[in-house]
């Protein structure tokens, strides 16, 4: 639990505090003066007796109690200062801004060590070391710039980069966004991102509590603590929007498998925010954009009108959301010629509704009230309206938002004259509180992302029952490294998943017997080589015995080898599931086309274990290349629910047997009857 004497102190005191309002120590006493903090201020600094009007303290020892402290000295000075105030002046609110820590040294490490054992001790919280600070509705605690007006039903932002807090301010700020709060954490010492997050679930208040949350993170430190909180919150009613950032060098370290090769770090964050609800952000106008869109009413469906006096943004915008699976469908009938007659010749409403450069405020109006009452096919307004230099704006951002207050349907207001019409916008933003979105596509994007991201997933999904003895026997008595055939058949058979007949021989005489059990036609493959194909080691279609004994002794020369599999030839759509597990994350499951699709396409699909039946379903569904599963120009559909459950049954073995580190069911064979596992790799890492 984070103490409330960091939230909401009765007493502050900065420690380096400066008259040079270009230093931390200046400027984060400054912020606090001008963002009228309501309690009692205190400064120390032993080279001065006034600080910015307020006396001046030689020493922390000379303080009464004091709530909170925010440090901005050496590092080499935090650690006493630290004890001198938890245990002698009651103070368990620490902001340490200043730097030096463990982000630097093995020396700076265990001084922050330290400070971090301290503050526990007196049961207090640590904002830092190394940031730009704290704020919140009480007061400032942080010493960079802008300071937001802040609100109470703002946005929480919560950011490892204070640097990167700096400039997602100033954009939201430029727009209309709001903050509640922002937590810049820095090194992290005592309490990160998914802490703080934490805090917010445990404390949540369905009736005061911010509703919007944005996350910046380098790295992500405790995966299950963020998806166990982030899922509470969004299923509480909040919206989360997060940039994971230092993914460039996610896909070089070295895997023998398909699955290892595609399930990276940065797949399994995709696949952790997926799994939580977050909407994934990649930069930050697309992480303002995606937080001012959650500050509006919610979006219940994905078909929207578009209405402007502008062709060009509208085609783009039509073009960004129908190319991200959202709809601008086209308005005809009745209400459509009603509404008509109300704008000017040559106005269209066929969506986009362009009631031209000359439509009037009035206009505007009628067509939100048409979008509203009487175009049931219609979930959303974007509202383009922006000035080419020859009239103000006043009286049609007037009416937008007066329609905004009362409509039944969300309104986006896209206002692109940021310099024509800045008087208005920006009485639109400070003085009406809206927010702006003055790109068009930026803003289509942002929307589709929302509409597309899943909501939260079950923490406890139905799981089908294996055979855990069986699994367990094969997992301990096998060595490190790739299982053989025939114990990958039994963790196969163990778990419920189909697959292919097989027999493994070594000899030509025990392939000639294979062969006639099997029956024609058949599939020959080398044992031994991880990547088959690329060694010329897989032959299909094999219809006699001469082409057997001819087959098997050029794949049992082939390096590595060391035995030939043979099975029946069976026919379907090339389909693939993969499962690899990731440092902190557990394992991942991935689905896709297989074969060499999956090398060429990579398109694929990625939970983390577990995963129910409805989130495999999800998964398949969400695949580009979606229509052929479904089958295509006479192909044979894949049996969904039988690929989910194939899916489901691998996320469950990797629970019971978290020694897999790598394993690839590639291709399995799906029809509408059946999907059979044809080949398979498991690699045991213990």
């Given at each position: 639990?984070?103490?409330?004497?960091?939230?909401?102190?009765?007493?502050?005191?900065?420690?380096?505090?400066s008259?040079?309002?270009?230093?931390?120590?200046g400027?984060?006493?400054?912020?606090?003066?001008?963002?009228?903090?309501?309690?009692?201020?205190?400064?120390?600094?032993?080279?001065?007796?006034?600080?910015?009007?307020?006396?001046?303290?030689?020493?922390?020892?000379?303080?009464?109690?004091?709530?909170?402290?925010?440090?901005?000295?050496a590092?080499?000075?935090?650690l006493?200062t630290?004890?001198?105030?938890?245990?002698?002046?009651?103070?368990?609110?620490?902001i340490?801004?200043?730097?030096?820590?463990?982000?630097?040294?093995?020396?700076?490490?265990?001084i922050?060590?330290a400070?971090?054992?301290q503050?526990?001790a007196?049961?207090?919280?640590?904002?830092?070391p190394?940031?730009?600070?704290?704020?919140?509705?009480?007061?400032?605690?942080?010493?960079?710039?802008?300071?937001?007006?802040?609100?109470?039903q703002?946005?929480?932002?919560?950011?490892?980069?204070?640097?990167?807090?700096?400039?997602?301010?100033?954009?939201?700020?430029?727009?209309?966004?709001?903050?509640?709060?922002?937590?810049?954490?820095?090194n992290?010492a005592?309490?990160?991102?998914?802490?703080?997050?934490?805090?917010?679930d445990?404390?949540?208040?369905s009736?005061?509590?911010?509703?919007?949350?944005?996350?910046?993170?380098?790295?992500?430190?405790?995966?299950?603590?963020?998806?166990?909180?982030a899922?509470s919150?969004?299923?509480?009613g909040c919206?989360?929007?997060?940039?994971?950032s230092?993914?460039?060098?996610?896909?070089?370290?070295?895997?023998?498998?398909?699955t290892?090769a595609?399930?990276?770090s940065?797949?399994?964050?995709?696949?952790?925010?997926?799994?939580?609800?977050i909407?994934?952000?990649?930069?930050?106008?697309?992480?303002?954009?995606?937080?001012?869109?959650?500050?509006h009413?919610?979006?219940?469906?994905?078909?929207?009108?578009?209405?402007?006096?502008?062709?060009?943004?509208?085609?783009?915008?039509?073009?960004?959301?129908?190319?991200?699976?959202?709809?601008?469908?086209?308005?005809?009938?009745?209400?459509?010629?009603?509404l008509?007659?109300?704008?000017?010749?040559?106005?269209?409403?066929?969506?986009?509704?362009?009631?031209?450069?000359?439509?009037?405020?009035?206009?505007?109006?009628?067509?939100?009230?048409?979008?509203?009452?009487?175009?049931?096919?219609?979930?959303?307004?974007?509202?383009?309206?922006g000035?080419?230099?020859?009239?103000?704006?006043?009286?049609?951002?007037?009416?937008?938002?007066?329609?905004?207050k009362?409509?039944?349907?969300?309104?986006?207001?896209?206002?692109?004259?940021?310099?024509?019409?800045?008087?208005?916008?920006?009485?639109f933003?400070?003085?009406?509180?809206?927010?702006?979105?003055?790109?068009?596509?930026?803003?289509?994007?942002?929307?589709?992302?929302?509409?597309?991201?899943?909501?939260?997933?079950?923490?406890?999904?139905?799981?089908?029952?294996?055979?855990?003895?069986?699994i367990?026997?094969?997992?301990?008595?096998s060595?490190?490294?790739?299982?053989?055939?025939?114990?990958?058949?039994l963790?196969?058979?163990?778990?419920?998943?189909?697959?292919?007949?097989?027999i493994?021989?070594?000899?030509?005489?025990?392939?000639?017997v294979?062969?006639?059990?099997?029956g024609?036609?058949?599939?020959?493959?080398?044992?031994?080589?991880v990547?088959?194909?690329?060694?010329?080691?897989?032959?299909?279609?094999?219809?006699?015995?001469?082409?057997?004994?001819?087959?098997f002794?050029?794949?049992?020369?082939?390096?590595?080898?060391?035995?030939?599999?043979?099975?029946?030839?069976?026919f379907?759509t090339?389909?693939f599931?993969?499962?690899?597990?990731?440092?902190?994350?557990?394992?991942?499951?991935?689905?896709?086309?297989?074969?060499?699709?999956?090398?060429?396409?990579?398109?694929?699909?990625?939970?983390?274990?577990?995963?129910?039946?409805?989130?495999?379903?999800?998964?398949?569904?969400?695949?580009?290349?979606?229509?052929?599963?479904?089958?295509v120009?006479?192909?044979?559909?894949v049996?969904?629910?039988l690929?989910a459950?194939?899916?489901?049954?691998?996320?469950a073995?990797?629970?019971?047997?978290?020694?897999?580190?790598?394993?690839?069911?590639?291709p399995?064979l799906g029809?509408?009857?059946?999907v059979?596992?044809?080949?398979?790799r498991i690699?045991?890492?213990?």
């Amino acid at each position: 639990m984070i103490h409330h004497k960091l939230l909401n102190p009765k007493s502050i005191v900065v420690v380096g505090a400066s008259n040079d309002v270009q230093k931390p120590g200046g400027k984060v006493l400054k912020n606090l003066l001008d963002n009228r903090f309501s309690g009692t201020i205190y400064a120390v600094n032993p080279k001065e007796t006034e600080v910015q009007g307020i006396k001046c303290h030689v020493s922390v020892r000379e303080l009464p109690e004091v709530d909170c402290a925010i440090l901005a000295i050496a590092a080499k000075f935090c650690l006493e200062t630290v004890e001198v105030l938890a245990l002698q002046k009651g103070t368990c609110g620490f902001i340490i801004l200043s730097a030096g820590f463990s982000e630097e040294n093995e020396e700076g490490a265990k001084i922050e060590k330290a400070i971090v054992n301290q503050i526990n001790a007196v049961g207090g919280s640590l904002i830092g070391p190394n940031c730009t600070g704290f704020l919140n509705t009480h007061y400032c605690g942080a010493f960079d710039a802008p300071i937001p007006a802040l609100s109470a039903q703002g946005a929480d932002f919560i950011t490892g980069s204070g640097a990167t807090a700096v400039f997602i301010k100033e954009y939201g700020m430029t727009t209309g966004l709001s903050f509640n709060s922002v937590w810049a954490v820095g090194n992290s010492a005592q309490m990160g991102i998914e802490d703080v997050l934490e805090y917010m679930d445990n404390t949540f208040d369905s009736e005061k509590s911010p509703k919007v949350k944005m996350l910046y993170m380098e790295n992500v430190r405790n995966p299950q603590k963020l998806l166990e909180h982030a899922s509470s919150l969004i299923n509480k009613g909040c919206k989360i929007a997060a940039i994971k950032s230092g993914t460039s060098d996610a896909g070089s370290r070295a895997a023998s498998s398909h699955t290892g090769a595609l399930a990276t770090s940065d797949v399994a964050v995709d696949a952790l925010f997926r799994k939580a609800g977050i909407v994934r952000c990649y930069n930050r106008q697309e992480l303002v954009t995606v937080a001012s869109i959650f500050m509006h009413p919610e979006l219940k469906g994905n078909k929207i009108a578009i209405i402007t006096h502008a062709g060009g943004p509208a085609v783009m915008l039509t073009d960004v959301l129908a190319n991200n699976g959202m709809e601008v469908p086209h308005i005809e009938g009745n209400a459509a010629d009603e509404l008509l007659t109300n704008l000017f010749p040559g106005s269209s409403v066929a969506n986009p509704i362009d009631f031209l450069a000359t439509g009037t405020a009035e206009q505007l109006g009628i067509i939100i009230d048409f979008c509203n009452e009487k175009f049931d096919n219609i979930d959303a307004m974007a509202v383009i309206f922006g000035s080419p230099g020859l009239f103000p704006n006043w009286d049609v951002y007037a009416v937008l938002d007066q329609k905004m207050k009362t409509s039944k349907k969300p309104i986006f207001p896209i206002l692109p004259s940021i310099v024509n019409v800045k008087e208005e916008i920006d009485d639109f933003i400070i003085n009406k509180k809206r927010i702006n979105f003055p790109e068009e596509s930026v803003f289509g994007n942002a929307l589709a992302k929302i509409y597309n991201t899943p909501k939260p997933v079950p923490a406890s999904p139905i799981l089908p029952e294996l055979d855990l003895i069986t699994i367990r026997k094969v997992v301990e008595n096998s060595q490190e490294g790739y299982l053989s055939p025939e114990n990958i058949g039994l963790l196969l058979d163990a778990a419920g998943i189909s697959r292919k007949e097989e027999i493994v021989v070594e000899n030509e005489a025990d392939a000639i017997v294979a062969a006639r059990k099997i029956g024609y036609p058949l599939v020959m493959k080398v044992v031994g080589p991880v990547h088959k194909s690329d060694v010329g080691g897989v032959v299909l279609n094999v219809k006699n015995e001469d082409t057997v004994i001819s087959e098997f002794h050029r794949l049992i020369k082939i390096k590595e080898t060391y035995a030939v599999e043979i099975s029946p030839m069976l026919f379907g759509t090339e389909i693939f599931i993969g499962a690899s597990r990731e440092e902190k994350f557990g394992h991942q499951v991935l689905c896709g086309l297989g074969g060499i699709f999956i090398e060429v396409l990579k398109d694929v699909k990625a939970s983390l274990a577990p995963i129910g039946k409805e989130e495999a379903l999800s998964m398949i569904r969400s695949l580009r290349s979606y229509k052929i599963i479904q089958g295509v120009r006479g192909q044979e559909a894949v049996n969904e629910d039988l690929f989910a459950d194939a899916i489901v049954r691998v996320s469950a073995l990797v629970q019971v047997a978290p020694e897999i580190a790598e394993m690839d069911l590639n291709p399995l064979l799906g029809s509408k009857k059946a999907v059979v596992a044809v080949d398979a790799r498991i690699r045991i890492q213990k």
